[in-house]
């Protein structure tokens, strides 16, 4: 058995340990469910009380006991009719609805059913450890002994099955791994993730914010944070120009018959809003950009000669998120994609996907991003388009892959279902991975909106498509960039460049001229006028992570050649001239420092 499946099973045999313990406190606790999750598990309970942080110790140690009992694990399978009766005389009313769920489902459980519970089986399974009985598929631990290093972390609020008009639950989070130095390692690396939260930074460098009444998920752009994603937006802009890119700009909503057509209405609807009504007419909000790029593709016959044939725009998308779900700016309801689409011949898939792919690995590390993990998704079951062009298309990607001499996993089955992908997650300085550059065929629209070419015989062919995104959502980059940087943005992201301190109102004219200077030669910099002391402004300059900040005041006046510059994360000044420091700042900004 694989390291990582022996603990998702320990991580989940830990999360039945915590509802026995949460039974031991709360007798009257009503369970949801507990699953493992990739970083440990959680269980949700309905509760007598609100708990408090204290309450954790209480439940570890109880938890501690049950562990040292080396309770076994037995599998009980029921009838389950029998089941829900039970459930109901122990008055666990989320498991019986759990169970009459899964008596009406044809499916292989939801994302809310434990795994492997289904409408096809008559019969339910349970896991017993002492005296605590819990429905579940399992698998578990032999025994409760078994457990390695565990530690609940936190408390919160979760609407059960993640709906806002369901009754709201209080949710244990915890974590558990083989030996107590995997968990130390992993306490230390939450607690730096912690530090670098985006949503922290976002409010100190005053870059974004979230507003209850505007609502969950939509971000205001500060200021700071509208130029932070222009400065992003203009680099993307001119890098595609020199790709030779058509920019197009499309509606925020499509009639409803673009979403039937496209086949979105039917397959990916429940992460689409409500249509909304106009002269009795129904449209949507667009959760995705590709629609409106084919039917631009196809206001005129293309010929051969036009393919590849490039269009992008930075289109803003929305799709519904369920309100437990969202975090900050790295998963919200309305993100703006840096979204792309090749129109190409089949003689020519191999060189754009190479052309793709180098240039999204340039953009990547432009930004900081060195290391990266690289995967390749083929063929799901049910999917879209010929056998035939599937495997064209994915051995294309594999052979690209190969000849460029990057290192990739296989997902097998893992592509969507129009298509083959390569996906690049980008690996940020505590070694998380964030998904960002895809890369995938589409052999679903091309067919839909039949989309043809006339090739030099002239007779009509289907081209290939190719969707592109290189930093992904624009919301989420820039949350994993201040996560990255914590905060430190690089000089040429900086929203503010250099912050000039005036000693006191004295030299706020001197100041103000070499602002203007900065300003000529187009670098971001500002006058700090604040009725406070130098020390408090210099402090709020290095809070606020400024690259440089220069402080003047009579020798400075009076030798107005020399400047004495702080440098971000350093303790020595830097003593230049002010045309000097304009050329070091001009260069750092060229070179993407």
């Keep these: 058995m694989k390291k990582d499946k022996k603990l998702e099973i320990m991580r989940h045999s830990c999360a039945h340990i915590l509802a026995q313990a949460v039974l031991e406190m709360f007798p009257e606790a009503k369970l949801g469910i507990g699953p493992a999750t990739e970083e440990g598990f959680y269980y949700d309970f309905d509760l007598p009380r609100t708990l408090i942080p204290e309450d954790l110790e209480i439940l570890e140690k109880k938890m501690q006991k049950i562990i040292k009992e080396n309770l076994p694990f037995k599998k009980e399978t029921v009838d389950r009719q029998k089941a829900i009766e039970f459930m109901k005389k122990i008055n666990q009313p989320y498991k019986v609805e759990l169970l009459k769920e899964m008596s009406r489902s044809k499916d292989r459980g939801s994302s809310i059913t434990p795994k492997g519970l289904s409408g096809k089986n008559k019969k339910v399974t349970f896991y017993r450890q002492g005296k605590f009985l819990d429905l579940c598929a399992g698998p578990h631990l032999k025994s409760t002994g078994q457990i390695g290093a565990f530690k609940l972390l936190s408390i919160a609020g979760a609407y059960w099955k993640g709906d806002e008009k369901k009754p709201m639950l209080q949710r244990i989070y915890g974590t558990c791994f083989a030996n107590q130095k995997e968990l130390n390692q992993y306490l230390k690396m939450k607690e730096e993730a912690e530090k670098r939260d985006h949503r922290l930074w976002g409010k100190r460098l005053e870059i974004f914010t979230f ?29 595609l120009e020199n790709q030779g890119y058509q920019w197009l700009v499309t509606p925020h909503i499509g009639h409803l018959n673009l979403w039937k057509t496209s086949g979105h209405w039917s397959l990916y609807r429940e992460n689409m809003y409500s249509p909304i009504k106009i002269e009795g007419e129904e449209y949507l909000l667009k959760p995705m950009n590709c629609p409106f790029h084919v039917k631009f593709y196809n206001l005129k016959i293309r010929s051969y000669k036009e393919l590849p044939f490039y269009l992008a725009e930075m289109g803003t998308v929305y799709r519904y998120e369920k309100s437990g779900t969202l975090h900050g700016l790295t998963r919200v309801r309305g993100f703006t ?30 930004f900081g991003f060195k290391n990266y993990t690289i995967y390749l998704s083929t063929r799901p079951e049910k999917y879209a388009g010929q056998e035939r062009d599937w495997q064209k298309a994915t051995n294309t990607l594999k052979s690209v892959l190969k000849k460029l001499n990057l290192v990739f996993q296989t997902d097998p089955g893992g592509g969507v279902f129009y298509g083959p992908k390569i996906d690049i997650k980008i690996k940020d300085a505590l070694e998380r991975e964030w998904q960002c550059t895809t890369i995938q065929f589409d052999f679903n629209l091309p067919e839909r909106f039949k989309m043809t070419y006339v090739d030099e015989k002239g007779k009509e062919q289907k081209p290939y498509m190719i969707h592109r995104a290189l930093l992904g959502s624009i919301e989420r980059f820039i949350g994993v960039l201040l996560e990255h940087y914590a905060g430190a943005l690089p000089l040429w992201l900086s929203p503010i460049q250099i912050q000039i301190i005036p000693v006191s109102d004295k030299f706020l004219s001197y100041a103000k001229k070499i602002n203007q200077q900065f300003l000529q030669e187009n670098l971001r910099s500002e006058v700090n006028e604040k009725d406070e002391s130098v020390g408090k402004k210099i402090r709020e300059a290095e809070l606020q992570k400024i690259p440089y900040t220069i402080v003047v005041g009579k020798k400075e006046l009076k030798n107005k050649n020399q400047i004495v510059v702080r440098v971000r994360n350093k303790k020595e000044l830097m003593k230049i001239s002010l045309k000097k420091f304009i050329e070091k700042v001009k260069q750092e900004i060229e070179k993407k420092k």
């Design 211 to 239: 507003d209850q009444e505007v609502g969950a998920g939509l971000p205001i752009w500060l200021p700071r944070g509208a130029l932070l994603r222009k400065l992003i937006e203009n680099y993307l802009y001119q890098e």
């Design 337 to 366: 994609q840096d979204d792309a689409h090749i129109i190409c011949r089949p003689d020519q898939i191999e060189q754009e996907v190479t052309k793709l792919l180098k240039h999204g690995l340039r953009i990547l590390k432009n």
